[in-house]
């Protein structure tokens, strides 16, 4: 046990060293005695059971309701993300996704416009890594107005060692010295926010709730609907859920603790074998998160005063290589939190179901590819809006489309139509041509370079010589 402990001090001093904020050091301290302890951050099926949430369709919010609880919303995008599973190197939000624009470019004027029809201040703030912050600032320069003269663009997010799996002492990676250091998962928002001092700053300048999303998630607009339902219920924390689909089977969902009544979201990564077909069952557990959070300043910083700055979220142990890109490297854990286990936290925090509108996650290029395509249009408001009537499954071979910039190679002229599509999969090396239409359920397959020609209409299976 001593060597561990050892590992414990190592890990405080390299912290230390990097100038990493004290009570975020005291956060990792208090992760890293339960993973000696030999915590799993598990959630067995047998201590939870369903839930069942209210709608935002059915829920009425005044005008005046909304229009004054979106005066006092600050908007937090969590950009610490470098779209490294799609091949990137920087900030994903500098994805070019509509029209040349990016996720940040649409989320400054999704802004801008907010402030503009209610007449309200209403902030962006970034929760950037040391990974993304100067390609992000550099990003947003051209919106001269987007900064408010009294607040920061950013605040950043702490970062912590990787341990090795079988020693927990900090890895040592001399190739890269980077790769020996991670965010503390998304989680680490709160202890960031009052580290920083962002916090105590909101506060005395009059806001009240924060809405936190996303960056790649542009269906995440700080709604003066949604602000209006926070403001009213007195909630300290609540989240935007929705139903899950299929799609959602492998994800996290949320569930009501039986010992205590309170709300709990269980991750993938907190899921024991023997349940995960209770994990997967879409009947059973119908609600996934959005991660759209809404929760009140004052609430956050009492809780976060009261427990020394340490939450006290659910640990996620994430086991992976020092190098992602290198399987052969060292084993190394991650101690992690999700923000939206925050709820646990607070007594009285609600669940809202929204509709999919204020959910399009881009976490791959199949994902990339409906949102760049006729199943959704952008709105003078710049928010995007489904006008399909259904989102299609897309599943492109990994081994051609995964990696961004050959995803790009094989769609030179743009997304083929969608809006007709149920879903397409595409095993082997296409491109697509200008013009091309998808309707209905579409395979295509074969060995070789291949090419869908401009105009072409795709549609039923041909996979074979109608292709």
Not at 32 to 45: A, F
Not at 270 to 287: C, F, M, N, W
Not at 424 to 442: A, C, E, S, Y
Request: one cysteine or more.
């Amino acid at each position: 046990m001593s060597g561990r402990s050892s590992g414990l001090e190592l890990a405080r001093a390299k912290m230390v060293d990097a100038g990493v904020d004290p009570v975020a050091i005291e956060t990792f301290a208090h992760y890293y005695r339960l993973l000696e302890h030999g915590e799993t951050g598990m959630i067995p099926e047998a201590s939870i059971e369903p839930v069942d949430i209210e709608s935002i369709a059915d829920v009425e919010v005044p005008d005046d309701v909304a229009a004054k609880a979106i005066a006092e919303t600050v908007a937090i995008k969590l950009n610490g993300g470098l779209g490294t599973s799609m091949g990137m190197d920087r900030a994903k939000s500098l994805l070019c996704v509509r029209r040349g624009l990016s996720f940040l470019d649409i989320i400054a004027r999704q802004t801008l416009h907010l402030r503009q029809e209610y007449g309200v201040r209403l902030p962006l703030v970034l929760m950037n890594s040391f990974r993304t912050s100067a390609d992000s600032l550099a990003a947003l320069a051209r919106y001269e107005d987007l900064k408010l003269p009294d607040l920061p663009l950013e605040f950043r997010q702490n970062m912590e060692p990787k341990l090795l799996l079988d020693s927990l002492k900090p890895v040592e990676w001399p190739k890269d010295p980077d790769l020996e250091w991670c965010p503390p998962g998304h989680g680490d928002i709160y202890t960031a926010l009052r580290g920083t001092g962002l916090l105590d700053q909101l506060i005395e300048q009059g806001y009240r709730y924060a809405f936190v999303s996303n960056s790649d998630n542009l269906g995440a607009v700080p709604a003066p609907r949604v602000a209006g339902w926070f403001a009213a219920s007195g909630a300290p924390f609540a989240i935007e859920a929705v139903r899950r689909t299929p799609s959602d089977k492998k994800g996290g969902h949320f569930a009501r603790r039986k010992a205590d009544g309170r709300l709990v979201l269980r991750e993938t990564a907190q899921t024991l074998p023997e349940d995960r077909e209770a994990l997967a069952d879409l009947s059973r557990h119908q609600y996934c998160s959005t991660n759209n959070i809404w929760f009140d300043l004052h609430a956050m910083k009492a809780t976060l005063d009261a427990r020394e700055g340490v939450l006290g979220l659910p640990l996620i142990r994430n086991e992976k290589t020092v190098d992602p890109a290198d399987p052969t490297s060292p084993k190394v854990v991650q101690v992690e939190t999700a923000m939206g286990a925050a709820i646990e936290v607070f007594e009285g925090a609600r669940l809202i179901e929204v509709g999919r509108d204020r959910f399009i996650p881009v976490k791959t290029t199949n994902d990339l590819l409906v949102l760049r395509s006729d199943v959704y249009e952008m709105g003078p408001d710049f928010s995007l809006d489904q006008v399909a009537a259904n989102v299609p499954y897309v599943e492109l071979d990994d081994n051609h489309f995964k990696v961004v910039g050959e995803f790009d190679k094989r769609f030179p002229e743009g997304a083929p139509s969608l809006a007709k599509a149920s879903s397409l999969k595409v095993q082997g090396d296409w491109t697509f041509g200008p013009n091309v239409q998808v309707v209905g359920d579409v395979e295509l397959g074969g060995k070789g370079v291949q090419r869908v020609p401009a105009g072409e209409v795709l549609s039923g299976d041909p996979s074979g010589s109608d292709a």
